[in-house]
């Protein structure tokens, strides 16, 4: 019977029940929900009750003489179909080059708070020519661009008001907009997710906001110039990241479930991060190791390498309950290798390592020279190394002289590690040149039980 049901064409997925159908249309973006509805009747008002609207400008096809649809007319027809009845849980815009007007936005988050939304993200584009804050990592505060004061919109007061009884809101995440905090009655007493990028927020408006967030868990401030002096004390954060905030003068953290912490970008001299009673660190000269030394509980750390030595900042912090490594960097010369070791010593129970290759360069040497690991790295016997680092991922690898060394150093210094993953660089040649690069790595192995596993161009 069941055979003759296929054979005769029947269409099951159909005959699922609306709320069955509307939850895997859920799990698509908004552009491929609506064009369910052609496939029959049967789907012609599915995606009215589907509870995600994730929206994202789209650019010309290419040889496609007509001009995109703009992101506000997608937005507003979906709400406009969208059953009253129906909840929405996320609600996701990215915009591309113009930004909507502000009676567009204050609209479209009005109708997604009344919904009920769990989730709310919106990517603006500034009204000015897009261009990044700080041209790059090393560049000093005094060269850096003035602050950017021409941004999309303000978001509207209502979105910072909840009440504790019914609010819904739990992630938020805004960026290239105003903020225009109310004097009063600020509060998100349920949101658990704050991300701010390249956010114009005058005098303390976001040291109001972080604190009317007392169940915060996860905060990460990005490419935010009006970020001077912040004081983040929350009970429930487990994770914080402060990216590219380079006027950021004091950051004052009480956090006692913090467990992850993440910094990028350059400092200024005058930049300090500091907990009650533990005293100030130049981040300029240390990259918070006393702060992050006395913080036990941590189990993963994201660094970014500086461009003097000893490129990454690490002055001899123990951390015993770190797990999980990042360390970001170009790895161009045996110092780099050895800024590794040194933190390596240090890390006594690490389990997995990650190496992200950052600029990686088109290999520079050829595999037939014998490479060996530097003189003045060759002493280091770390104790993960022969314990506890199970786990290392080399990332955008391009097998210059310099890489190589390191992989070398990996493979025969790692004699516990059960996995290394590889991660070719796009721009390295395939065939012969990437099957000499895993053979020689499989010559360099310590241990004969290390699974080296290739992947693709990252």
């Known amino acids: 019977m069941a055979m003759q049901q296929r054979a005769g064409g029947e269409d099951r997925v159909s005959a699922l029940p609306d709320a069955t159908l509307t939850r895997i249309l859920s799990?698509?973006?908004?552009?491929?929900?609506?064009?369910?509805?052609?496939?029959?009747?049967?789907?012609?008002?599915?995606?009215?009750?589907?509870?995600?609207?994730?929206?994202?400008?789209r650019p010309r096809p290419p040889g496609c003489r007509k001009a995109p649809v703009r992101i506000e007319h997608m937005v507003n027809s979906v709400l406009l179909n969208h059953d009253c009845t129906a909840p929405i849980r996320?609600?996701?815009?990215?915009?591309?080059?113009?930004?909507?007007?502000?009676?567009?936005?204050?609209?479209?988050?009005?109708?997604?708070?009344?919904?009920?939304?769990?989730?709310?993200?919106?990517?603006?584009?500034?009204?000015?020519t897009e261009q990044p804050i700080w041209p790059h990592t090393g560049t000093s505060v005094d060269e850096a661009p003035d602050v950017l004061t021409e941004l999309s919109c303000s978001m509207p007061r209502y979105l910072f008001r909840s009440n504790a009884a019914d609010a819904t809101l739990r992630h938020l995440r805004?960026?290239?907009?105003?903020?225009?905090?109310?004097?009063?009655?600020?509060?998100?007493?349920?949101?658990?997710?704050?991300?701010?990028r390249r956010v114009n927020a005058p005098g303390e408006a976001l040291q109001r906001l972080v604190a009317a967030c007392p169940r915060l868990a996860e905060l990460t401030l990005e490419e935010c110039p009006t970020v001077k002096r912040?004081?983040?004390?929350?009970?429930?954060?487990?994770?914080?990241?402060?990216?590219?905030?380079h006027n950021a003068t004091r950051v004052f953290v009480d956090a006692p479930s913090l467990q992850s912490l993440g910094f990028k970008g350059s400092v200024a001299g005058c930049s300090a991060l500091s907990l009650p009673d533990w005293g100030e660190v130049a981040l300029a000269v240390d990259i918070c190791m006393p702060f992050l030394e006395r913080c036990t509980n941590l189990t993963s750390v994201s660094l970014s390498a500086q461009q003097q030595p000893p490129f990454f900042l690490w002055h001899r912090a123990r951390l015993p309950g770190l797990t999980h490594l990042e360390l970001r960097g170009p790895?161009?010369?045996?110092?780099?290798?050895?800024?590794?070791?040194?933190?390596?010593?240090?890390?006594?129970g690490l389990e997995v390592l990650t190496l992200a290759i950052d600029r990686p360069q088109v290999n520079e040497a050829s595999t037939c020279r014998v490479i060996k690991v530097p003189k003045d790295v060759r002493p280091s016997n770390a104790e993960c190394?022969?314990?506890?680092?199970?786990?290392?991922?080399?990332?955008?690898?391009?097998?210059?002289?310099?890489?190589?060394?390191?992989?070398?150093?990996l493979l025969t210094k790692a004699v516990r590690a059960e996995e290394l993953h590889v991660t070719f660089a796009t721009g390295v040649g395939g065939g012969s040149e990437t099957d000499q690069f895993k053979k020689e790595m499989e010559g360099w192995k310590r241990n004969p039980k290390t699974r080296i596993i290739y992947h693709a161009h990252g």
């Not at 004390?233 to 402060?242: V, Y």
């Open 331 to 348: 790895f161009r010369n045996r110092g780099h290798i050895a800024a590794l070791a040194n933190i390596l010593d240090d890390t006594t």
């Open 385 to 409: 190394f022969r314990r506890t680092l199970r786990k290392i991922q080399l990332v955008k690898y391009s097998g210059t002289t310099t890489q190589r060394r390191l992989a070398l150093f």
């Open 174 to 196: 805004l960026a290239s907009c105003k903020l225009d905090l109310p004097e009063q009655a600020l509060f998100l007493g349920s949101l658990e997710t704050l991300w701010l």
């Open 90 to 128: 996320s609600f996701r815009v990215i915009c591309l080059g113009s930004p909507p007007s502000d009676i567009l936005i204050d609209q479209w988050i009005a109708t997604a708070l009344f919904a009920g939304a769990e989730k709310l993200d919106l990517d603006l584009p500034p009204r000015v």
């Open 27 to 57: 799990h698509l973006d908004t552009h491929q929900a609506v064009r369910s509805s052609a496939l029959s009747r049967r789907w012609r008002h599915v995606f009215t009750t589907v509870p995600v609207v994730h929206l994202s400008a």
């Open 230 to 245: 912040i004081s983040v004390a929350l009970l429930h954060l487990r994770t914080f990241k402060i990216r590219c905030c």
